[in-house]
T-cell receptor, first 115, second 109 residues
C-alpha cells in the first residue's frame, strides 16, 4: 500500500500563534512531498514541493516565511503556519510520491481554524 | 486560467443513472489521474492512465485517456449514493500534478 498520515486532523489556534502540521509516509519512502491548501468545495491548490534534505520550492504567491516547510527524512515533512491569522483557516493536505513515479498519495488532511 | 478544464462542476442525479465527467486541456500530459474525495478527507487515487487511447475499468467506473493525451473522461454506470463525492482529475507535469476544478457529484436515492 501507500499510506500517508497527517497530524493533527483538526487544530484550533489563536491569531498570532504558530501551528505545526506533520505529514508521514507510513509504508514507503517519499522522496518528494507536496503541500496543498483546499477551500470548501474547491480543488486543491499546490503550495509547495519539498524534497528530502533540501529547501522547499514554493508556488507563486505562497509566502515561504509564513509557511515553513521541513522535509528532514524520507518519511516526514512538516508545515508550520507562522503567526497564523483567520484568513489562514483552511484544509491543508499533504501528499507523497515515491522516487521516479508521478502518482501522489494523499494524507487525510488537517482542518486549521484560526480564531 | 485553468490548465485542466473539468466539467461539469456540479452534478445531481438519481440512483441508477449514468454520468460522465470530462477533463480537457490544450496541453499534453505524461499521465492523468482521477481522484475521489469525501468531505473532510484527503483525495483517494482511483486510477492512473498513461497511454493515449487507454481505457481502464474499475467496477462501474470507466476511465479513458484521449489519443493525444490531452483529455480524459470518467464514466459511471448505474450510479449509487456511495458514489457521492468530489471527483478530481489531475495531469502530471514533471513531478507535479495539475488539478482540474473538480466535479461535485451527488447521487440521490
Amino acid at each position: 500500500g501507500a499510506v500517508v498520515s497527517q497530524h493533527p486532523s483538526r487544530v484550533i489556534c489563536k491569531s498570532g500563534t504558530s501551528v505545526k502540521i506533520e505529514c508521514r509516509s507510513l509504508d514507503f519512502q517519499a522522496t518528494t512531498m507536496f503541500w496543498y491548501r483546499q477551500f470548501p468545495k474547491q480543488s486543491l491548490m499546490l503550495m509547495a514541493t519539498s524534497n528530502e534534505g533540501s529547501k522547499a520550492t514554493y508556488e507563486q504567491g505562497v509566502e515561504k516565511d509564513k509557511f515553513l516547510i521541513n522535509h528532514a527524512s524520507l518519511t516526514l515533512s512538516t508545515l508550520t503556519v507562522t503567526s497564523a491569522h483567520p484568513e489562514d483557516s483552511s484544509f491543508y493536505i499533504c501528499s507523497a510520491s515515491r522516487d521516479g513515479t508521478y502518482e501522489q498519495y494523499f494524507g487525510p488532511g488537517t482542518r486549521l481554524t484560526v480564531t | 486560467t485553468q490548465l485542466l478544464e473539468q466539467s461539469p462542476q456540479f452534478l445531481s442525479i438519481q440512483e441508477g443513472e449514468n454520468l460522465t465527467v470530462y477533463c480537457n486541456s490544450s496541453s499534453v500530459f505524461s499521465s492523468l489521474q482521477w481522484y475521489r474525495q469525501e468531505p473532510g478527507e484527503g483525495p483517494v487515487l482511483l486510477v492512473t492512465v498513461v497511454t493515449g487511447g487507454e481505457v481502464k475499468k474499475l467496477k462501474r467506473l470507466t476511465f479513458q485517456f484521449g489519443d493525444a493525451r490531452k483529455d480524459s473522461s470518467l464514466h459511471i454506470t448505474a450510479a449509487q449514493p456511495g458514489d457521492t463525492g468530489l471527483y478530481l482529475c489531475a495531469g502530471a507535469r514533471g513531478n507535479k500534478l495539475v488539478f482540474g476544478a473538480g466535479t461535485i457529484l451527488r447521487v440521490k436515492s
